[in-house]
């Protein structure tokens, strides 16, 4: 009864997705797979499709081959889609139903691993992580990224300097 019970508190309103594969199954469309990040999703909810700004509908969700109604904050999911293509998906997509950022520049606080040796300069390049989106980035006073990156604020990043000895790891960055 304990574990039924912390189980129902974890459910939440809203929901986010984070897609890391995709493909079409015949008979039943598009499919993706990825790791609910946040909140409750559920059988028949509407989800918007970041960064194409796209309503999707899920037609069922499965979890290690069984069907259910719901996934929480932590499951990996299976997820049949409807209003996508698998020709219009890209890894690192997030599929949520409640409104998110989306941003090409970033200003952030960077927490600084004490490991790196490396300084922050403008005209480095870095690569900056969050959820299954891994994009590369510029330093020029802040982070310009090459393409959109999705987040809820407050929000924070991995960051990367794959040019460095190791470690690699520069941080983190918090964005308010």
């Known amino acids: 009864m304990e ?6 508190e974890r ?17 039943v469309g598009t499919v993706v797979l990825g790791t609910v990040v946040e909140g409750s999703i559920r059988k028949h909810d509407d989800l918007r499709l970041y960064p194409l700004n796209k309503v999707v509908h899920i037609r069922s969700i499965q979890k290690h081959d069984e069907d259910f109604d719901m996934a929480n904050k932590g499951d990996r999911v299976g997820l ?17 139903s409640e409104e998110l950022d989306m941003e090409n520049e970033l200003k952030m606080e960077v927490a600084v691993n004490k490991y790196w040796k490396g300084e922050i300069k403008n005209g480095m390049v870095f690569h900056i992580g969050k959820w299954m989106q891994f994009i590369m980035t510029r330093y020029e006073d802040k982070f310009i990224l090459n393409r ?3 987040f809820k604020k407050p929000s ?6 794959l040019d460095s000895k190791p470690p690699r790891i520069v941080g983190k960055g918090i964005v308010k």
């Open 3 to 8: 574990m039924v019970m912390k189980k129902e």
């Open 11 to 27: 459910e939440t309103e809203k929901g986010t997705v984070a897609i890391d594969h995709f493909f079409n199954v015949k008979g």
């Open 80 to 96: 049949a889609l409807k209003n996508v293509g698998v020709d219009e998906l890209k890894r690192g997509y997030i599929l949520s």
């Open 148 to 150: 959109p990156i999705v």
């Open 156 to 161: 924070s990043f991995f960051i990367a300097h």
